[in-house]
């Protein structure tokens, strides 16, 4: 079945350092989606990208979809103790259906202060 | 905004309990899923629904039910708990397209 594979798996930086986590596909996708959950709390939205090569921006946190669209990047640049949390990306499971979202196991994120 | 309500934050239940977490979404989506997290293993999906009285295995459906009778609630049943059904469950809905889904509280579990 379809895989969405994350690294790294932890990240611990220093605060006003940068920060990228990777997606890859085993599959093409129609759409990656990215969330954030925060320790202890779900994970909330934060973005789709749809088309080959999209770049979109939120505040300083950058998102990429690839020109095959198999992978996919979020890069947070100056990283504040508000970034921390785990950031997951998902793409939509193989068979036509678009309902069905398969999670990468998400990269942790802690900045020290 | 779209809000998905777990019925519980916290619930401890004892071996072989019917354990039934229930989810509200007030926002008409077609789809709602039920996901089990676990450090180290992700989000892993258990069924979802995408339609009323319509269901569909995820992942690891064994020793899970639901229900989804009315379009706003969709129902996890564990039929018999076991201590590896001890985790956090999350609820989500989505429209149609699956455009964003937005996730519940979730409901800690722990069977003893």
């Known amino acids: 079945g379809q895989q969405v594979m994350q690294i790294p798996q932890y990240q611990h930086v220093q605060e006003g350092e940068d920060f990228t986590t990777y997606c890859n596909s085993s599959t093409t996708l129609s759409n990656i989606q990215w969330y954030k959950q925060r320790p202890g709390g779900h994970p909330v939205f934060l973005i789709q990208l749809v088309k080959s090569g999209e770049v979109k921006k939120q505040k300083r946190l950058t998102f990429q979809f690839g020109e095959a669209k198999k992978n996919s990047s979020l890069h947070i640049t100056a990283t504040q103790t508000t970034d921390v949390g785990t950031y997951f990306c998902?793409?939509?499971?193989?068979?036509?259906?678009?309902?069905?979202?398969?999670f990468g196991k998400g990269t942790l994120l802690t900045v020290n202060p | 905004d779209v809000k998905v309500t777990q019925s519980s934050r916290y619930l401890v239940k004892r071996t072989g309990e019917k354990v039934f977490l229930e989810c509200v979404q007030d926002?008409?989506?077609?789809?709602m899923f039920w996901y089990r997290q676990d450090p180290g293993l992700g989000l892993r999906l258990i069924y979802f629904?995408?339609?009323?009285?319509?269901?569909e295995k995820g992942d690891i459906p064994e020793g899970y039910s639901v229900s989804r009778e009315k379009k706003e609630r969709f129902s996890l049943i564990l039929e018999s708990a076991s201590t590896n059904q001890t985790s956090m469950y999350l609820c989500?809905?989505?429209?149609?397209?699956?455009?964003?889904?937005?996730f519940g509280s979730g409901t800690r579990l722990t069977v003893v």
């Open positions: 926002m008409d989506h077609e789809n």
């Open positions: 629904s995408y339609d009323v009285k319509m269901k």
């Open positions: 989500a809905s989505s429209p149609w397209d699956s455009y964003g889904y937005t």
């Open positions: 998902a793409g939509p499971t193989g068979g036509g259906s678009n309902y069905k979202l398969t």
